[in-house]
């Protein structure tokens, strides 16, 4: 590439961020960042052949020293990096999961792709173990950018940006104090027979919901109902009522599924699409912020209500730990408990309801493991020693995560240097730990594509001795993340699972689901529609 090109695209990057960005700091960053991009541009580092790694050299030889540059991936154009692919054809935003099988095919084990700075993608099992099981006081992941920026342009309502995004001791101190409740054994055995009750109302719901052939039609909006019922009841302590027939709180709730959904389409479009939102008012940047104004109002008027009910009875009510708790948080802005509240609320819907539609996705070929679910729980009345001995059902669940995961990839920032596949990586570079495409590996699962939940359950020979299969993947079953970054909610969600999945298999027969691709959770649109036959079980 010759000097008078690479001056070219300088100075028309340097336009562009002097005309829409005013913050010098970052002016600069971005201008190292697009000419550092060129320097390695011009030496032609671009390669689409795996190299082989340092070991494979012989012992003779001095061995080659080889960096992030030389990790195999799609070609790297000027200002859009390798972000092209997403938005010329090549691979569907609304099938991300085909595009990263697809990379990982083309290039192997280690791929690298670039935006603004490289961010290198893992398939293997071992390189992804020792990332993520990296002894970090403070793991530290990549912030969701339009979410950080969109945040810092309303300090009137956010004193930070957020528990996802914040690092270091700023997130450890959010996380101490906004979820030091969920993770109480005492508080969730509490909430097992309010569960009940929202189960039973979710299976009159489905009664309700059925045409004449026993199809649910647009199930997903039925999830979303019984997730934020759910997820309401255990943050703030109360019945919201959203499963009943009240036209106006059905409404309400409607317009904040149909918001929490398009954010995370949003999310997704602002990272894989081009940039411009950084620097211009685009349609997608007011689509974000317009969803973001509706979730926000929604669960602070939510707040505001359950606050205003709030007794002084209530202080030692096991079921109004989690709010009192972070409403009683010292150290902490009143902005940051709110916005806390809200991230638990609207995370906790997509993630209930896409599990919960991938989970019953999964089981509606098998007949006979529905009634094996249905047959671990003897009373209508579900206790927490059901939930405790329902290991097949547990199984089912663990197998879901594993095929169709809600999270299928983990995103870390490098702490230290380290070797992965041969390749010398840095402290600070971006790596995905893509646990969806390892778990559907076979050299780390028997029948890797089948879904088999049997796998978790311990198994006897013809000795009738009792083992477990040997599965190498174990560890990557990972959908709520791992290590001091993991999704606080998870053994919510999982008791929730159980105890929907018996009420459901007690009740009916699932014989067909509706064509659903396990899509990142992000990208299931709103108005996917998702449709399942419920029979009546004889």
Request: hydrophobic share 40%.
């Amino acid at each position: 590439m010759s000097v008078t090109i690479i001056l070219f695209y300088v100075f028309i990057t340097a336009f562009m961020l002097l005309s829409y960005n005013p913050k010098p700091r970052k002016i600069l960053e971005s201008i190292k960042s697009f000419l550092l991009h060129l320097v390695h541009l011009s030496k032609n580092v671009v390669s689409t052949t795996i190299h082989v790694p340092p070991d494979a050299m012989q012992m003779n030889q001095a061995e080659p020293v080889y960096t992030v540059w030389d990790i195999p991936g799609p070609k790297r154009l000027p200002l859009v990096g390798t972000r092209w692919m997403y938005y010329v054809g090549r691979y569907k935003l609304n099938k991300m999961q085909d595009a990263f099988v697809d990379l990982h095919k083309r290039y192997g084990n280690i791929v690298l792709e670039f935006d603004h700075v490289p961010i290198v993608n893992l398939f293997d099992r071992v390189d992804m173990e020792k990332v993520l099981k990296y002894p970090s006081k403070y793991p530290y992941r990549p912030p969701t950018e339009i979410v950080e920026y969109y945040r810092r342009s309303r300090p009137d309502r956010f004193a930070s940006t957020g528990i996802v995004n914040t690092q270091g001791e700023q997130w450890h101190e959010l996380r101490v104090k906004l979820t030091s409740g969920i993770m109480s054994r005492k508080l969730l055995q509490a909430f097992i027979p309010t569960l009940n009750e929202i189960a039973d109302e979710f299976v009159t719901l489905i009664r309700q919901k059925r045409d004449s052939n026993d199809c649910v039609k647009d199930f997903q909006d039925i999830a979303n109902t019984v997730g934020l019922e759910i997820i309401c009841c255990f943050v703030l302590g109360r019945r919201m009522g959203y499963m009943s027939g009240d036209k106006q709180k059905n409404e309400k709730f409607v317009k904040l599924a149909e918001a929490v959904k398009s954010t995370f389409m949003y999310i997704s479009q602002s990272y894989y699409g081009v940039k411009l939102w950084k620097y211009l008012p685009t349609k997608l940047y007011r689509d974000y912020v317009r969803c973001e104004e509706i979730i926000y109002d929604t669960i602070a008027e939510i707040v505001n209500e359950a606050l205003a009910e709030e007794q002084e009875k209530c202080a030692a009510d096991d079921m109004r730990g989690i709010f009192l708790n972070i409403l009683q948080s010292e150290g902490l802005d009143k902005k940051d408990k709110i916005a806390g509240i809200i991230d638990l609320i609207h995370a906790a819907i997509e993630t209930f309801s896409n599990t919960l539609s991938f989970l019953l996705n999964n089981m509606t070929s098998h007949p006979e493991r529905q009634a094996r679910i249905a047959s671990e729980f003897t009373s209508d009345t579900i206790t927490n020693n059901d939930l405790v001995n329902a290991a097949f059902t547990r199984a089912c669940i663990k197998e879901s995560y594993r095929i169709s995961p809600t999270t299928p990839c983990l995103a870390r920032i490098l702490e230290e240097d380290f070797d992965l596949s041969g390749y010398q990586l840095k402290a600070g570079t971006v790596v995905l730990c893509h646990t969806r495409v390892a778990c559907q590996n076979e050299q780390n699962f028997q029948q890797a594509n089948t879904f088999l939940p049997e796998r978790w359950l311990e198994q006897v020979d013809e000795n009738q001795n009792v083992y477990k299969l040997d599965e190498p993947g174990s560890s990557l079953v990972l959908p709520f993340g791992t290590g001091r970054r993991m999704c606080p909610g998870n053994k919510i969600i999982e008791i929730e699972l159980t105890l929907i999945m018996a009420k459901i298999f007690q009740q009916f027969k699932v014989e067909y689901h509706s064509q659903l691709d396990t899509q990142f959770q992000f990208l299931l649109a709103p108005g996917t529609p998702i449709e399942i036959i419920f029979r009546d079980r004889d």
